[in-house]
């Protein structure tokens, strides 16, 4: 069959972004908050009363999440089009109205002593939410007075939120040209269509034109870009320390349930295990037929190797390649990913005016999940298919759970989707009918140990220093290019002979308001996906079970717990971060060894 590559939100609410049932919803979650908020005046501490107002926040929580991915998922396909800027305030104002009445309950939770708050939890209406009002409580720990709070959450929608905003305008403005060194033509493209090429450009001459143009672009908007990021950073550390907060890792790290134990041990492990990506890059030059390795080159496409030329992968093959070996490992992953397909979950197309990147996003009221990306038929693109997928499959298997069990952290929340991409990229290796073939899939394999291993942990060396310099004032385009270009000496181990310094400027990530240091939960459910794929491999007939069991205790249990729970490893320790690790270099020998003919 033929699948659509346009999604569906019209079952979300019909009508586009004026939809009388948006606006039917804005209302109902306002009156929800205000109802919340009189509840609250008269609030006991009894299970029942507790159990009352956690049902109706998490009502709400269901209603913002629901309204946020219609609205993103609008602006996503019509990317800079300033009429979603009055919805996303709206939003915006919503959410910040909600979290006045949720510090109040917060702080409710915390006024029964320790004892009593025990004994709530084990209410049968309680009980499966009992981490995460543990986690509200701890939070109340840190809140100031209710005046204060409120005027804090209201400053956030001009201030952190604010700045956010204000980069995804300055990005959508950009544009820059190129020359395509087959054609000799001159093209301007915008700055999310090069995003898009400098990945999958297989032309060396051409990726590094674009590559130094798109360079440029950022460098001519550095003074703009470099104003927002010290001004979303500023309102960061400000709000961090008024609650008490002593270090800019300590947030994040609660954020991602898991310790700076286990941090600085995965964190240890990366760095010692670096030198195996050398001879690796050394190979990919000669196969490129490079003298140097540049930015863009990281993970270039090989597409020329012997009498081999990669075809392009219809969609369609693509969706029924997934949903087969998704079958091998998980039935229920496959008849999940065939449903997506089939009820339009998914758009792919690709077509000018989209927003760069991909993401997955949960329709709470509607117990579905909603995929955005852009599909070129590149060897790539299945496993980012599969990618998202998987996280819309860890979603799908909490929606009989409160919505308080679906709050699991983005560390975790890689693990699912970086395990689905995992499964793809094995299965196409091992689906290769010649070395040759076999040689480009390995290649497009290493494209997520290159990224976990090498650029996101750049992306975090950057991040931590620039905080550290943020404390003590603003920081200049130049001093952040020199910090940038710091951690990706660091990072790549100098692997790098031309670097993108102005990569803190291009990067969507640092400019998120919601989520800071949006890096290392990467290399963390990278590596943990690992794990659980070894042990997939090792009883496949009892592994869906266990994998299910897993996906379900996310939001349950810090990341340390979940290991020891179902993994029955120690995370802190570095024996389960380092096998993941050897399962890179025995790619890397294959790739070594597999290339040796066709030098």
């Given at each position: 069959?033929?699948?659509?590559?346009?999604?569906?939100?019209?079952?979300?609410?019909?009508?586009?972004?004026?939809?009388?049932?948006?606006?039917?919803?804005?209302?109902?979650?306002?009156?929800?908050?205000?109802?919340?908020?009189?509840?609250?005046?008269?609030?006991?501490?009894?299970?029942?009363?507790?159990?009352?107002?956690?049902?109706?926040?998490?009502?709400?929580?269901?209603?913002?999440?629901?309204?946020?991915?219609?609205?993103?998922?609008?602006?996503?396909?019509?990317?800079?089009?300033?009429?979603?800027?009055?919805?996303?305030?709206?939003?915006?104002?919503?959410?910040?109205?909600?979290?006045?009445?949720?510090?109040?309950?917060?702080?409710?939770?915390?006024?029964?002593?320790?004892?009593?708050?025990?004994?709530?939890?084990?209410?049968?209406?309680?009980?499966?939410?009992?981490?995460?009002?543990?986690?509200?409580?701890?939070?109340?720990?840190?809140?100031?007075?209710?005046?204060?709070?409120?005027?804090?959450?209201?400053?956030?929608?001009?201030?952190?939120?604010?700045?956010?905003?204000?980069?995804?305008?300055?990005?959508?403005?950009?544009?820059?040209?190129?020359?395509?060194?087959?054609?000799?033509?001159?093209?301007?493209?915008?700055?999310?269509?090069?995003?898009?090429?400098?990945?999958?450009?297989?032309?060396?001459?051409?990726?590094?034109?674009?590559?130094?143009?798109?360079?440029?672009?950022?460098?001519?908007?550095?003074?703009?870009?470099?104003?927002?990021?010290?001004?979303?950073?500023?309102?960061?550390?400000?709000?961090?320390?008024?609650?008490?907060?002593?270090?800019?890792?300590?947030?994040?790290?609660?954020?991602?349930?898991?310790?700076?134990?286990?941090?600085?041990?995965?964190?240890?492990?990366?760095?010692?295990?670096?030198?195996?990506?050398?001879?690796?890059?050394?190979?990919?030059?000669?196969?490129?037929?490079?003298?140097?390795?540049?930015?863009?080159?990281?993970?270039?496409?090989?597409?020329?190797i012997g009498n081999y030329q990669p075809a392009e992968v219809s969609y369609d093959d693509a969706a029924d390649f997934i949903v087969t070996q998704f079958g091998k490992f998980s039935p229920k992953m496959a008849s999940f990913a065939k449903m997506a397909f089939e009820k339009r979950w998914i758009e792919s197309e690709n077509?000018?005016?989209?927003?760069?990147?991909?993401?997955?996003?949960?329709?709470?009221?509607?117990?579905?999940?909603?995929?955005?990306?852009?599909?070129?038929?590149?060897?790539?693109?299945?496993?980012?298919?599969?990618?998202?997928?998987?996280?819309?499959?860890?979603?799908?298997?909490?929606?009989?759970?409160?919505?308080?069990?679906?709050?699991?952290?983005?560390?975790?929340?890689?693990?699912?989707?970086?395990?689905?991409?995992?499964?793809?990229?094995?299965?196409?290796?091992?689906?290769?009918?010649?070395?040759?073939?076999?040689?480009?899939?390995?290649d497009a394999k290493m494209t997520n140990p290159i990224a976990m291993f090498l650029n996101i942990h750049a992306r975090f060396l950057f991040e931590d220093a620039f905080y550290k310099e943020r404390q003590h004032g603003v920081v200049t385009p130049q001093k952040l290019n020199a910090l940038m270009d710091e951690a990706q000496?660091?990072?790549?181990?100098?692997?790098?002979?031309?670097?993108?310094?102005?990569?803190?400027?291009?990067?969507?990530?640092?400019?998120?308001?919601?989520?800071?240091?949006?890096?290392?939960?990467?290399?963390?459910?990278?590596?943990?996906?690992?794990?659980?794929?070894?042990?997939?491999?090792?009883?496949?007939?009892?592994?869906?079970?266990?994998?299910?069991?897993?996906?379900?205790?996310?939001?349950?249990?810090?990341?340390?717990?979940?290991?020891?729970?179902?993994?029955?490893?120690?995370?802190?320790?570095?024996?389960?971060?380092?096998?993941?690790?050897?399962?890179?270099?025995?790619?890397?020998?294959?790739?070594?060894?597999?290339?040796?003919?066709?030098?």
């Amino acid at each position: 069959m033929g699948y659509s590559q346009t999604w569906d939100l019209e079952s979300i609410y019909p009508g586009g972004i004026s939809s009388p049932a948006l606006e039917a919803k804005y209302q109902a979650v306002a009156q929800d908050i205000k109802l919340f908020e009189q509840d609250l005046i008269s609030a006991e501490t009894s299970a029942d009363s507790l159990a009352d107002l956690s049902d109706l926040a998490q009502k709400i929580g269901s209603g913002l999440g629901t309204i946020s991915i219609f609205i993103n998922g609008w602006a996503s396909v019509d990317y800079g089009n300033s009429i979603y800027g009055p919805h996303f305030a709206k939003l915006g104002q919503l959410f910040a109205d909600f979290a006045t009445p949720m510090n109040k309950f917060k702080k409710l939770l915390l006024s029964l002593n320790e004892s009593a708050f025990r004994d709530v939890l084990k209410s049968p209406r309680l009980e499966p939410i009992a981490f995460y009002l543990s986690e509200l409580r701890t939070d109340a720990k840190r809140l100031l007075d209710d005046q204060t709070e409120t005027l804090i959450n209201q400053f956030d929608l001009d201030g952190q939120q604010a700045w956010s905003q204000h980069y995804d305008t300055i990005s959508a403005g950009l544009s820059m040209t190129y020359t395509d060194d087959n054609d000799g033509k001159t093209r301007r493209i915008s700055a999310g269509q090069a995003l898009n090429m400098l990945d999958g450009e297989p032309d060396n001459k051409t990726r590094a034109n674009i590559m130094t143009n798109y360079e440029k672009m950022w460098g001519n908007a550095e003074n703009l870009t470099a104003d927002t990021l010290n001004h979303l950073a500023g309102f960061r550390l400000t709000n961090q320390k008024a609650h008490g907060r002593q270090s800019h890792l300590e947030q994040p790290l609660e954020m991602n349930r898991m310790s700076q134990a286990t941090l600085d041990t995965m964190w240890s492990v990366v760095d010692n295990n670096k030198a195996m990506f050398k001879p690796y890059f050394e190979r990919k030059k000669q196969l490129l037929g490079l003298t140097q390795l540049g930015w863009q080159d990281q993970v270039a496409p090989l597409t020329s190797i012997g009498n081999y030329q990669p075809a392009e992968v219809s969609y369609d093959d693509a969706a029924d390649f997934i949903v087969t070996q998704f079958g091998k490992f998980s039935p229920k992953m496959a008849s999940f990913a065939k449903m997506a397909f089939e009820k339009r979950w998914i758009e792919s197309e690709n077509r000018p005016g989209k927003q760069p990147g991909g993401y997955m996003e949960s329709v709470p009221d509607l117990h579905e999940s909603r995929i955005f990306l852009t599909y070129t038929g590149s060897v790539n693109d299945a496993a980012t298919i599969a990618h998202e997928l998987g996280h819309a499959f860890h979603s799908a298997q909490l929606t009989d759970l409160p919505l308080w069990r679906d709050a699991y952290a983005m560390n975790v929340a890689e693990t699912a989707s970086t395990f689905a991409e995992l499964i793809v990229n094995d299965a196409n290796v091992k689906a290769a009918t010649s070395d040759a073939e076999k040689l480009v899939l390995l290649d497009a394999k290493m494209t997520n140990p290159i990224a976990m291993f090498l650029n996101i942990h750049a992306r975090f060396l950057f991040e931590d220093a620039f905080y550290k310099e943020r404390q003590h004032g603003v920081v200049t385009p130049q001093k952040l290019n020199a910090l940038m270009d710091e951690a990706q000496i660091s990072a790549f181990d100098g692997i790098l002979d031309v670097r993108h310094p102005h990569f803190w400027s291009s990067k969507l990530h640092f400019f998120i308001d919601s989520v800071p240091f949006y890096n290392f939960p990467y290399t963390f459910g990278y590596l943990f996906s690992a794990g659980i794929y070894a042990e997939a491999q090792k009883d496949p007939n009892g592994f869906e079970d266990k994998y299910i069991a897993l996906l379900r205790d996310t939001a349950n249990m810090t990341s340390e717990a979940l290991a020891q729970k179902h993994l029955g490893v120690d995370l802190t320790q570095p024996d389960f971060w380092q096998a993941g690790a050897d399962l890179i270099q025995q790619d890397i020998n294959d790739f070594l060894r597999l290339s040796e003919q066709f030098i």
